[in-house]
């Protein structure tokens, strides 16, 4: 059995905290729903294991494990940071790490319904994320690049999505605009590099965290940018650009088109969770749908 095929269970997790953590192993665990590369049991009211799941290596946890409690304390939002490392073992031949639990609902499962304070709320997140990097700060993997470098993954999306009432013009339209946008010229900020709906919990109709920065990386901010549409709701990406000083006319164009081809991935994932097909998120669907309704109508 190959470790991706390992099913995680509570008794696994308590027998590896037993094993190298054993003064957390009699805390309560639970599992938690969703997950993607990494498979997340509760444990205690504070903590979390991680558990790697889909991704093909250590490198997402590693970085977290490396950068998170470098960044945490000049968020203003909490962000999971590790507070315990777990080796790979017999039982389980992949990495896992205990993090600190962020208390609130993944907004693919909740609303914001404060949509002012939700837009400020990220705006002030993400300019104290996108400060400039360390050298040594880990560039980006399978994203990061300007949208003329990923316009095979766009037009990957973009034929594989039942589009329904959206016209595939529209959509083109913004992503060619994208493309046409000039370069990220700033230093290499830090991009969390995966903000979308099951990445940020709600809690009293607005955002209360930011989860799950695996992908995490040095470069161009657009790619957070693009949140303005995936997160907020209707006039919040215009609210959102008020309140975001960094943002110039070009970084706006390259995030925009950047939000269209991450609503087709989740209309994508939802549209596979409709069809029973491995990696399904039918939650995501709608997310995405409503997404690409405020892409295709801009600010």
């Known amino acids: 059995m190959i470790a991706s095929e390992i099913e995680t269970s509570e008794d696994l997790v308590r027998d590896l905290l037993r094993e190298q953590h054993p003064d957390l192993a009699e805390l309560p665990i639970r599992e938690v729903a969703g997950g993607w590369g990494n498979q997340m049991w509760r444990l205690g009211d504070e ?84 400060e400039e990097a360390p050298a040594e700060a880990p560039d980006a993997s399978d994203r990061g690049g300007h949208p003329k470098e990923c316009t095979a993954g766009f037009e990957n999306f973009l034929t594989a999505v039942d589009l329904g009432r959206f016209a595939e013009y529209d959509i083109r339209a913004v992503w060619d605009d994208a493309v046409a946008a000039g370069e990220w010229e700033g230093p290499r900020v830090w991009v969390h590099g995966d903000l979308h709906p099951a990445n940020v919990v709600v809690a009293d109709g607005t955002l209360a965290g930011v989860v799950d920065f695996g992908a995490v990386f040095a470069g161009d901010p657009a790619w957070d940018l693009a949140a303005a549409w995936l997160l907020l709701p209707a006039g919040g990406a215009a609210r959102f650009f008020e309140r975001y000083a960094q943002a110039d006319e070009a970084a706006v164009r390259r995030a925009r088109g950047l939000a269209a081809m991450k609503s087709l991935f989740l209309m994508l994932m939802g549209q596979n969770g409709d069809r029973g097909l491995p990696g399904g998120k039918p939650n995501w669907g709608p997310a995405g749908r409503s997404a690409l309704d405020r892409v295709l109508k801009g600010l």
């Open 47 to 130: 903590l979390a294991v991680r558990m790697q799941r889909m991704d093909k290596g250590p490198d997402p946890q590693l970085k977290e494990r490396r950068w998170l409690p470098v960044l945490a304390p000049r968020l203003p939002l909490p962000i999971p940071t590790p507070v315990r490392s777990g080796a790979p073992s017999e039982r389980f031949p992949k990495i896992w790490t205990v993090m600190t639990w962020v208390d609130g609902t993944p907004l693919d499962h909740g609303s914001i319904t404060r949509g002012d304070h939700a837009a400020d709320t990220l705006a002030a997140f993400l300019e104290a994320l996108h």
